[in-house]
């Protein structure tokens, strides 16, 4: 018998991401989340994730001591303690597929029963399409100060769908803790945020939406700038590029378009902002400067370059806000999980 795992009230968050259940350890939606030892299991032998075969409920384990993120994509319908709404991904082809996908943050020795599969994809759990990404939590980088930069889109204002350790990606890895996500049509301008030399540019991937192989395909342009720093604009359209590696750019020149491609629930433009190439470089935080001052970006909140903006207003009339310093039952095993690396990209 199953036992109960109820959850407490989640954190709230600023982005809409379609087909996208996060959980960072208990959630509303969840069927429920305990530690290993209260719910009669021994943390030895343990999978990953099980689905199990008569109840069809999908549940993850962490056996280890450390807290870690599950993010999972399965073409099947699911409800947890509602109906879960799915999402959609492109492949190579063009084709569309149905899907949906979960973020799941579990605590050290600790199950969480995420949902119960519906459907005729679920008829079989051994055959049923998973995909899995599993990851042990980084502390977050340190807190930096002191860079600002020219606003990267052109036009606006757009929603800043993930700040600084945002829960859909941002929170699991220092190199991407302080990124910002903001959502923007397919094809919006990139501008450069500062003078420099582009160092890398990825246009050839076509891939997009929630299916978790899609954290390791992405294209992006990047610019080690004019004060040492490295910054990537990330998830642009395919061959979209107006610079090559080498290439001297300009504040505000046309760097490519945005686009939706890799792990996207969204259109949307990722920038973040490095002190080496490194591939595991921290990230580090950054803000944005105009004539009359500098703001920074807020998850949930809609910016343009003059500032922050109210939502639909014209770049023109924006009202600018500027800051200073500125879980026991027959399974189904999935084998061995993917490990991320420092190649994944959100």
Request: proline content about 7%.
């Amino acid at each position: 018998m199953r036992a109960s795992r109820s959850p407490r009230a989640a954190r709230p968050r600023g982005g809409d991401w379609p087909g996208c259940h996060v959980a960072h350890g208990a959630a509303p939606w969840i069927l429920g989340l305990q530690d290993l030892q209260s719910a009669g299991f021994e943390s030895e032998d343990l999978p990953d994730i099980s689905i199990d075969p008569e109840d069809k409920v999908l549940s993850v384990f962490n056996s280890t001591e450390e807290e870690r993120c599950y993010c999972l994509s399965l073409a099947a319908a699911a409800r947890g303690r509602a109906p879960l709404r799915p999402g959609q991904a492109r492949k190579e082809d063009g084709s569309i597929k149905e899907i949906i996908a979960f973020v799941l943050v579990l605590p050290a020795k600790s199950v969480m029963d995420v949902c119960k599969l519906r459907g005729p994809a679920a008829k079989d759990v051994l055959t049923l399409e998973l995909q899995s990404d599993i990851v042990t939590l980084q502390p977050p980088p340190p807190l930096l100060a002191g860079f600002s930069y020219g606003f990267p889109l052109a036009g606006g204002p757009f929603l800043c769908s993930q700040g600084h350790g945002g829960k859909l990606t941002h929170f699991a890895h220092p190199s991407t803790f302080y990124a910002l996500d903001f959502d923007c049509p397919v094809g919006t301008a990139v501008l450069a945020m500062e003078d420099g030399t582009v160092t890398e540019v990825r246009q050839s991937d076509t891939v997009s939406g929630i299916d978790v192989r899609n954290f390791f395909k992405w294209n992006q342009v990047t610019v080690k700038q004019s004060d040492g720093t490295w910054a990537e604009y990330v998830h642009v359209e395919a061959n979209s590029a107006q610079v090559g590696v080498g290439s001297q750019v300009r504040r505000g020149q046309v760097l490519a378009r945005s686009g939706d491609v890799g792990f996207c629930p969204t259109a949307h433009l990722h920038v973040e902002l490095h002190l080496s190439d490194e591939p595991k470089a921290p990230s580090v935080p950054f803000g944005f400067r105009t004539a009359q001052g500098e703001f920074r970006c807020e998850e949930g909140k809609w910016y343009a370059a003059e500032g922050e903006c109210e939502r639909g207003a014209a770049p023109e009339h924006a009202a600018c806000v500027f800051f200073g310093q500125v879980r026991s039952c027959s399974v189904a095993k999935f084998g061995p999980s993917h490990e991320a690396t420092s190649n994944a990209h959100p």
